[in-house]
């Protein structure tokens, strides 16, 4: 007696194919078949296309700000003067970015004066934030100092001042002109405190990419910085880079101890890591709702096959006379349903991958359509729609677009494996 043939066997798949070419007097199951098709390439679509922009969102964001900013921020606590006020300013600044760079996992650590002034410029004015940084340090932040987005000589940073590219165009300000800084806390005179103003010359023009960052964030030397701040011998915080950014908070002690009894630090997980939290919710939640989709997607599987096994009862009575198992049949029907999900799963990798590599001319295309305006920076934070395709994205859009194609397909098949041959041949 010759043995039973292998599960999914030539015969079975050439049946299932030939099953999937619909018939005239079957248009309806050919219907149900381009439904669940085209349902399911669309919904793996959109399912790695959100997961590909939500990947590239976070990385963009973390990226300018770990370019852009300190890892970590030391800091003194408060201590009342003689005159009974509040000073965090640190005096041994050079000293204490000193102990801190030894510290290993540290890159540099770079004294800081930060204060909020007004600039002006050919009758432009707008309120910006200085930061007074050692121009060695600041050439060493690469979300400022950039050759492909910068404007200016970086050379030339000890010489003047670096406007970001917001601040620049909102003062109509270029490189060589000579910007107004007004400070309301200035000389000390008799009759009280008068604003200091000083004009300085543009040397540089920077893009960080985001847009609270540019448009609001100058930077200066540190030695002008203090004498324009009335901040002589002294600086409000200690900039600090880390090898390592993901690893900041194991740091922290270590920090801590070599900054001094006084000290507090700030780190970059903390100034974003509620936004970086929600970031994450929303991604989890995102793909909760798609996963939703892909499943009522698939579910259409179930409503072809269901009018297959319905329209093939005749078929399915011969094929089980003729000799073939229960097994046969659930799997020749296993393959209709599986191979609508493949094919759909596949098309959807297709166009998921595609638009996620070309979203800046897709982007581009529809802002034309639109008449322009259909992203705005100072809402969004960021000048244009990232995506990031990651292959863990992609794995998880295909596991779970199969597996729940495979599953559902179930049901269906083990109905035709399990109909009576003679009540199928009864009325033929």
Same mark, same amino acid.
């Given at each position: 007696?010759?043995? #039973?043939?292998?599960?999914?066997?030539?015969? !079975?798949?050439?049946?299932?194919?030939?099953?999937?070419?619909a018939?005239?007097?079957?248009?309806?199951v050919?219907?149900?078949?381009?439904?669940?098709?085209?349902?399911?390439?669309?919904?793996?679509?959109?399912?790695?296309?959100?997961?590909?922009?939500?990947?590239?969102?976070?990385?963009?964001?973390?990226?300018?700000?770990?370019?852009?900013?300190?890892?970590?921020?030391? &800091?003194?606590?408060?201590?009342?003067?003689?005159?009974?006020? +509040?000073?965090?300013?640190?005096s041994?600044?050079?000293?204490?970015?000193?102990r801190?760079?030894? =510290?290993?996992?540290?890159?540099?650590?770079?004294p800081?004066?930060?204060?909020?002034?007004?600039?002006?410029?050919?009758?432009?004015?707008?309120?910006?934030?200085?930061?007074?940084?050692?121009?060695?340090?600041?050439?060493?932040?690469?979300?400022?100092?950039?050759?492909?987005?910068?404007?200016?000589?970086?050379?030339?940073?000890?010489? %003047?001042?670096?406007?970001?590219?917001g601040?620049?165009?909102?003062?109509? @300000?270029?490189?060589?002109?000579?910007?107004?800084?007004?400070?309301?806390?200035?000389v000390?005179? $008799?009759?009280? =405190?008068?604003?200091?103003?000083?004009?300085?010359? =543009?040397?540089?023009?920077?893009?960080?990419?985001? &847009?609270?960052?540019?448009?609001?964030?100058?930077?200066?030397?540190?030695?002008?910085?203090q004498?324009?701040?009335?901040?002589?011998?002294?600086?409000?915080?200690?900039?600090?880079?880390? !090898?390592?950014?993901?690893?900041?908070?194991?740091?922290?002690?270590?920090?801590?101890?070599?900054?001094?009894?006084?000290?507090l630090?700030?780190?970059?997980?903390?100034?974003?890591?509620?936004?970086?939290?929600?970031?994450?919710?929303?991604?989890? =939640?995102?793909?909760?709702?798609?996963?939703?989709?892909?499943?009522?997607?698939?579910?259409?599987?179930?409503?072809?096959?269901?009018?297959?096994?319905?329209?093939?009862?005749?078929?399915?009575?011969?094929?089980?006379?003729?000799?073939?198992?229960?097994?046969?049949?659930?799997?020749?029907?296993?393959?209709?349903? @599986?191979?609508?999900?493949?094919?759909?799963?596949?098309?959807?990798?297709?166009? %998921?991958?595609?638009?996620?590599? &070309?979203?800046? $001319?897709i982007?581009?295309f529809?802002?034309?359509?639109?008449?322009?305006?259909v992203?705005?920076?100072?809402?969004?934070?960021?000048?244009?729609?990232?995506?990031?395709?990651?292959?863990?994205?992609?794995?998880?859009?295909?596991?779970? #677009? +199969?597996? +729940?194609?495979?599953?559902?397909?179930?049901?269906?098949?083990?109905?035709?494996?399990?109909?009576?041959?003679?009540?199928?041949?009864? &009325?033929?």
């Amino acid at each position: 007696m010759a043995g #039973s043939p292998m599960p999914f066997s030539g015969f !079975e798949w050439m049946i299932a194919r030939r099953y999937l070419r619909a018939q005239r007097a079957e248009g309806g199951v050919a219907v149900m078949t381009w439904i669940s098709l085209i349902g399911i390439t669309l919904a793996v679509f959109a399912l790695i296309a959100t997961l590909a922009v939500r990947s590239g969102f976070r990385t963009e964001f973390v990226g300018t700000i770990l370019g852009a900013n300190a890892h970590v921020t030391v &800091y003194q606590g408060a201590q009342a003067t003689e005159t009974g006020q +509040l000073d965090r300013t640190i005096s041994d600044y050079d000293a204490m970015a000193a102990r801190l760079a030894e =510290v290993p996992g540290v890159l540099r650590a770079s004294p800081l004066v930060k204060a909020q002034v007004l600039a002006a410029n050919r009758g432009r004015n707008a309120g910006v934030e200085v930061f007074g940084i050692a121009p060695e340090a600041l050439a060493g932040m690469p979300g400022i100092i950039n050759d492909e987005t910068g404007v200016g000589d970086p050379a030339r940073l000890g010489e %003047g001042i670096a406007l970001g590219s917001g601040v620049a165009r909102e003062l109509g @300000a270029a490189v060589g002109d000579r910007v107004r800084l007004i400070s309301p806390d200035g000389v000390k005179t $008799p009759m009280g =405190v008068s604003p200091r103003a000083n004009a300085y010359e =543009v040397v540089y023009i920077f893009s960080a990419g985001r &847009y609270d960052i540019d448009r609001t964030r100058v930077y200066m030397p540190l030695s002008e910085a203090q004498i324009f701040f009335n901040r002589e011998g002294l600086a409000d915080e200690i900039e600090v880079m880390v !090898e390592v950014p993901e690893r900041v908070d194991r740091l922290g002690p270590q920090l801590l101890e070599a900054a001094g009894p006084r000290a507090l630090i700030w780190t970059w997980r903390d100034a974003s890591g509620g936004f970086l939290r929600a970031l994450e919710v929303e991604d989890n =939640v995102m793909f909760i709702i798609l996963s939703i989709l892909v499943l009522i997607a698939a579910m259409n599987i179930v409503s072809g096959l269901i009018m297959l096994v319905k329209n093939k009862g005749r078929d399915i009575g011969i094929l089980r006379t003729i000799g073939l198992s229960q097994g046969s049949i659930l799997r020749i029907f296993f393959i209709c349903g @599986a191979l609508t999900g493949m094919i759909g799963t596949f098309a959807g990798v297709i166009l %998921g991958c595609l638009f996620a590599i &070309y979203i800046d $001319p897709i982007f581009s295309f529809v802002n034309f359509l639109m008449g322009g305006g259909v992203w705005d920076p100072a809402i969004r934070g960021i000048y244009a729609l990232p995506a990031e395709l990651r292959g863990v994205d992609v794995a998880k859009a295909v596991g779970l #677009s +199969l597996g +729940l194609s495979f599953v559902v397909t179930i049901f269906p098949a083990r109905r035709a494996a399990r109909l009576n041959p003679v009540e199928a041949l009864r &009325y033929e």
